[in-house]
Structures are given as structure tokens and as C-alpha cells.
């Protein structure tokens, strides 16, 4: 997945010692006059895709502190190229969390397009809470409302930004007494960035310099697509520059994999290693997992009809699955990236994910259970450089042989699943006293994502279709049937699964059962009985008919891949699916006396690094019998592959919409 041609550095404390005077090449932020030239020779939105807007210039220079606080002072010159721009940028909207860092709006001015420039009065400036939804953090937001924009106008804008880059936390004294004093990072002397060079606008120069230590060694990647750099001895620091020019916008792609894992980017650490990173994660938290006599009881509670270890962990992850709700509430300036305590989590009865695997944590250690937190990044990959590139938190149990096993209680509500299926390899780092490395979660292959139906379909002589049918799922389909029905109101479910049957538009469900989703003992069941009046089409000698399995009932929410869009005959990008899935259909069709099958599909055999597909429809005293079985085998489909996978859906529709032709004889 790495662009071969990537550049990774690691700046030896020895190479500080050869520290030259300040060099006249090293970058340095445009001048107005650098500024101007870039408006005289900018185009207009022909020249960009018809893009709202461009950015003429995006530069920072981020300057780190030998303590690994970093502040980054940015430029960014926009130049306005349709009314859709003027509106966009009529506002400008900074956010930030008052507790982990600071951000200043430095100067905003306006190039007019009859070449006078507006210095805007950052008096205007309102510093308001931020609209905040189940993550109730205490953000905030800086609001600057422009003076009326125009088409050819271009904006520029200068921010200073103090520890954005990860969670910093207040010094000790400001913290104590409320104040928001000096900022220092959660690892001590260490700082990380991720930075992306490309994204939903185009840029016309881009550049990214760091100013580090010179004594402070500092490692670095480049993936995805290459970059021009540059490094640069200073007499009190060096300067490491990254640059591109003409980037276009992303032309999105449905269902693609994350920016992360495609546009250029540059990830960077002074973090030596993972293991120290884990440690780290394991330090600052070990402390919050302490049990309580409430806390004691549940556990004892909970796992008291348990025959085996594996039944006391699936019934404590489903108990905290089910009882602790996700909402966050800030615990102030430690709260991103340390976990609630399990006292606080069990009283509150809320969290977000890294809360709710600590209330999962602390329930296994009460029950005797060695388990630890663990950071991961669900949506996109984490690379080997150890910077901060999480955005979810889990559990994992060290088992006695060494091993290790994870658990996900913020995916596990309604589902059987200890681990997501749908976060199969992916980089995790587990948080423990002795260190580990980066490692990846475990590979899903299709049979464990099942979806097999059986059915059993008769037609009568007016055409009407009865069909029984049983559906066996387990993984992800599973998870999606129980999610469905108990997220649906109860008088509401019958019309959801009939809609979702799809068989036909006069098909009805007849009868219906389906496993208690709160049953998680089981994989899930679904039994229907359908009928469909004026299912097979037409009169006289000729009868014409859809193999009614081949309409994929029940699809939109256990195989929701199957209407993915694949029109286009490549892609540049890859593609994300919500898991490896495998689709099973065996279906006897019976017909009336008198009715001859002619004709059927014709079979299909397909196999690729992507996908499979095997299906055979027989004639059969009587009617005829289907065998179809689909196999997705990645959850994320590489562009190169693409074309497999295209045609496996494709086949899928297309069977679809094939006909079934039988001649009635004239005594029928």
C-alpha cells in the first residue's frame, strides 16, 4: 500500500554538533510581494475543475519546543472563483478546545479584484461555544464574519495555533487554579504530527516546514505520493520542509478508502518507537481501573450462570455493550487521551469509546482477567512512524501463553461479535507496562460474514408465488439483522422486512420470526413466508418469471455491498466495504402441472483477487432448482482489483433482472 518512493530520517543526536550558520535558502514564509505575484498570475475557475475557490498559497512553519509543545503559524491566500465560493468563505470559523490548545486569528485581508487590499478588524471577532453532539467536550469557536466578498477577490489569512497538533494538557499550577496557563504535551519532550497535502480543494503551492531542535532527533515518512523536501542545519534548530505545487482537488469516488490512505502525507515523530508509546498509554491510565463494591458485585452479578472464561468475557463485554451509552463528557484538560475512571463510567452509565473500554477493563480486572487499553485507528491505516494516528480505543486480554485477544465493547451493542468484523487489520497498538510494538487485528475471511438462504418457492396457475424462506447469518450479516429490528419499533418491523424483502412489488409477508436480538448465545434466524400475486408474467402457452432469490431479498441491510455503484470501468482510488461478506442461495422452485421450464440463466463461474461467483439454475421434474454462492473476499478492494469486483456485481444484477421462460401445454 506504501509508495516505494517514501523517505524516511532519523536525525542522530551527533548530527546537532554540526550546526552552521542561518542560510539564506532556508524557507521562509511569502512575502507580500511573493503574495502579489501569486494573485497576478492565478486563473479563474475553468482553470481549477469550476472549484468554488483555490488556494493559491497554503503554507505553515510549525516551531517546536525542546518540551515538544509546538506552535504553527500558517498563511493561507484563497483566491474566490464562484458564487458558491463567496459563500463559503463569507465566514470564518476556527474551532478549538480551550483545555489542549490555543488558536489566534494573526491578520485577514482582503486583496480586492481592482487591486486594493482591506485590512479586516479582527475586533469582529466572537469567541462562542462550539455546536457540540454526543462528544461534550467544552469546545469553543472563534467566528469572524468578512465584509461582502466577490468573485476574483482572493483572502488571506494568518493563524497561530499552540499544541494542535495532539492532546496538550495545562501546566500543573494554571490547571489548579482554572487558569489556561503554559501548554505541555502528554509525552513529555515529544511531539507527532500527521500533516495531508491534498483534499476537497485545489492548491496552488503548498508548503510544510518544521523547525526542530537540533539536539532533538526526529523521525519521518512519506506515503502515498511522493514530495519535494528539504532538510537544513541552523545554528539553534534545523528546518525540514515538505512541498508540492498544482495540487487538484480529490475527485471523490463512491465508497473510497480514507484520504489517509491515498493522497500524499507526511507523518512525523520524535517518539522513538511504538513500544515506548505503549508504555506510555498504559502509565497514564493504569490507575483508572479500579474496582469498587458496586462495581464487584455486577461483575459476580453478571457472570454467575458463566460455564467457561470464554462465556465471563462474552457476558461482561455485553453487559457493558448494552448498559453504558455513548455520550462524552469532558474531565477537563487530561480528557483526550486519558480514560474515565470505571467508577466514574459505572455510575454515569456513559462514555465514549475510550471510557467505555475502560469500563471493560476494570470489570475484567475485578473479575480476574489481565486486560489492557488499546489504541487503534477504525478507517484508515496507521503507519509505522509511532505519531499519534488514533481515533478509537479498545481492549485486549494477554493471555497465558502470551498471546494476545481483542475486544471492542463500543461496536458489541446488539451483535455477537467480540472484535468488529469490520475492522479487520488494523493497526493497533496495546497499551502495557512492558511495551508493544504496532500490530494488526485479526483477518476476517467471507465464511465468517455468511449469509446463507434456503427457500422453498412455489407458483400456482394464476401466477401467484409462495415462498418460505430461512436465512442463517452470522458476523456482520447477524450484526445487521439484530441492529435492524431493535432499532425499529416494534409495530414498525413487519413493514421494514417486507419493504426489504424486495421480492416484488405485491409481494407480503405472510408470517415472520426472527432471533431475539438480545440473544447472543446464537447466530440469528430469520424465517418469512411471502406471497406474490401476478408474479409470473403473460398467458396462453408462455410463462415468464424472475428467480425470485436472485431479487437478493433482504439485501439493504445484510448484504448492502450488492448496491454499491460499480458504473465506472476503473477507479483511481480503492474501494471500502463494511466487511468480507459471503451470499449462499439454494432454492427449489415448484411449478404447476403442465409447465415446462425452457429456458434459464445462464451459469456463471468467476474468481478473482477480489471477488468470487459461482451460480447454476437446473430444470428439474417439476420446476427447478438455483444454486448461487458470492464471496467479497477484502473489505478494502485495492483500485488494481477493482475490475474483479465490478464484475462479480455486475453478474449480480444482471441475474437479476434474467427470465425464467415456461411453456404451459394446452390442456393447463
Known amino acids: 500500500m506504501r509508495d516505494k518512493q517514501t523517505a524516511c530520517v532519523w536525525i542522530v543526536a551527533a548530527m546537532a ?18 503574495i502579489r505575484k501569486l494573485i497576478e498570475s492565478a486563473g ?45 468563505l463569507a465566514r470564518q470559523v476556527l474551532e478549538f478546545d480551550p483545555d489542549t490548545y490555543r488558536v489566534a486569528i494573526r491578520s485577514v485581508r482582503i486583496h480586492r479584484s481592482g487591486g486594493s487590499v482591506e485590512e479586516v478588524p479582527l475586533a469582529g471577532v466572537i469567541t462562542q461555544p462550539a455546536p457540540q453532539h454526543m462528544l461534550y467536550w467544552g469546545n469553543e469557536q472563534h467566528v469572524l464574519d468578512l465584509p461582502r466578498l466577490n ?13 494542535v497538533n495532539i492532546a496538550y494538557l ?28 491534498q483534499g476537497s480543494h485545489p492548491i496552488g503551492r503548498k508548503r510544510y516546514s518544521v523547525h526542530m531542535p537540533k539536539d532533538k532527533p526526529v523521525q519521518y515518512e512519506v506515503y502515498n505520493q511522493p514530495l519535494k523536501s528539504s532538510f537544513w542545519f541552523n545554528t539553534d534548530h534545523h528546518v525540514i520542509t515538505f512541498a508540492a505545487d498544482d495540487i487538484p482537488a480529490v475527485k471523490t469516488e463512491p465508497r473510497m478508502v480514507a484520504l489517509d490512505d491515498c493522497v500524499a502525507k507526511v507523518v512525523m515523530a520524535t517518539v522513538p518507537d511504538w513500544p515506548m508509546k505503549s508504555r506510555w498509554f498504559w502509565d497514564v491510565n493504569k490507575d483508572q481501573f479500579e474496582a469498587d463494591e458496586a462495581i ?56 465514549v469509546c475510550k471510557d467505555i473500554a475502560g469500563m471493560l477493563i476494570t470489570m475484567f480486572r475485578a473479575a480476574g482477567i489481565d486486560a489492557y487499553p488499546t489504541l487503534t485507528m477504525a478507517g484508515s491505516r496507521v503507519e509505522r512512524i509511532p505519531a499519534d494516528q488514533f481515533n478509537h480505543t479498545v481492549v485486549v486480554v494477554k493471555e497465558k501463553d502470551g498471546s494476545f485477544t481483542l475486544y471492542d465493547p463500543t461496536w458489541a451493542p446488539w451483535s455477537r461479535q ?20 504496532q500490530t494488526l487485528s485479526p483477518y476476517f475471511p467471507p465464511e465468517v460474514n455468511l449469509a446463507a438462504f434456503t427457500t422453498k418457492s412455489a407458483l400456482d396457475e394464476s401466477g401467484t408465488l409462495t415462498t418460505s424462506l430461512r436465512a442463517e447469518l452470522s458476523g456482520y450479516a447477524c450484526t445487521a439483522l439484530r441492529r435492524t429490528i431493535w432499532r425499529t419499533p416494534p409495530d414498525e418491523r413487519q413493514a421494514v422486512l417486507e419493504r426489504a424483502a424486495g421480492i416484488s ?23 418469512m413466508k411471502v406471497t406474490a400475486p401476478q408474479y409470473a408474467a403473460g398467458s396462453g402457452p408462455v410463462r415468464a418469471f424472475r428467480v425470485p432469490m436472485l431479487s437478493h431479498p433482504l439485501s439493504s441491510f445484510l448484504a448492502s455491498e450488492l448496491s454499491y455503484p460499480v458504473e465506472a470501468k476503473t477507479r483511481q482510488y480503492g474501494v471500502r466495504l463494511r466487511a468480507t461478506r459471503m451470499l449462499r442461495y439454494d432454492e427449489t422452485v415448484s411449478l404447476p402441472a403442465g409447465w415446462t421450464v425452457q429456458q434459464v440463466p445462464e451459469p456463471r463461474k468467476m474468481d478473482s483477487e477480489a471477488a468470487s461467483l459461482t451460480f447454476e439454475a437446473k430444470p428439474v421434474d417439476g420446476g427447478l432448482t438455483i444454486h448461487l454462492e458470492m464471496s467479497l473476499k477484502h473489505q478494502i478492494v485495492p483500485a488494481e482489483d477493482y475490475p474483479g469486483f465490478k464484475e462479480v456485481l455486475d453478474a449480480m444484477k444482471s441475474l437479476s433482472e434474467e427470465w425464467v421462460l415456461c411453456t404451459v401445454d394446452a390442456a393447463s
Open 17 to 34: 554538533a554540526c550546526a552552521l550558520a542561518v542560510r539564506a535558502d532556508v524557507p521562509k514564509p511569502a512575502t507580500d510581494e511573493e
Open 44 to 88: 479563474s475557475a475553468k482553470d481549477y475543475d469550476d472549484a468554488p475557490f483555490v488556494y493559491l498559497l497554503d503554507e505553515a512553519d510549525v516551531f517546536v519546543r525542546d518540551s515538544g509543545l509546538a506552535t504553527t503559524e500558517s498563511c493561507q491566500v484563497i483566491k474566490v472563483l464562484t458564487d458558491a465560493g463567496v459563500k463559503a
Open 151 to 163: 468573485v476574483d477577490d482572493v483572502l488571506e489569512v494568518r493563524v497561530s495555533r499552540t499544541g
Open 170 to 197: 495545562a501546566g500543573e499550577t494554571a490547571a489548579a487554579s482554572g487558569e489556561a496557563g503554559e501548554l505541555q504535551p502528554p509525552m513529555p519532550g515529544h511531539w507527532f504530527e500527521t500533516t495531508l497535502f
Open 296 to 351: 464487584r458485585a455486577k461483575v459476580a452479578e453478571v457472570t454467575a450462570g458463566a460455564a467457561t472464561e470464554e462465556d465471563r468475557r462474552a457476558a461482561l463485554l455485553h453487559w457493558v455493550a448494552d448498559n453504558i451509552r455513548y455520550s462524552g463528557t469532558s474531565r477537563g484538560p487530561r480528557e483526550g487521551f486519558t480514560l474515565h475512571t470505571g467508577i466514574e463510567t459505572f455510575r454515569d452509565r456513559m462514555g
Open 418 to 437: 467480540m472484535w468488529s468484523v469490520s475492522e479487520p487489520l488494523q493497526g493497533v497498538v496495546y497499551g502495557t507496562p512492558e511495551g508493544e510494538d
Open 505 to 527: 412489488p405485491t409481494a407480503r409477508i405472510e408470517h415472520v420470526t426472527y432471533t431475539d436480538p438480545l440473544d447472543y448465545s446464537v447466530d440469528s434466524t430469520i424465517e
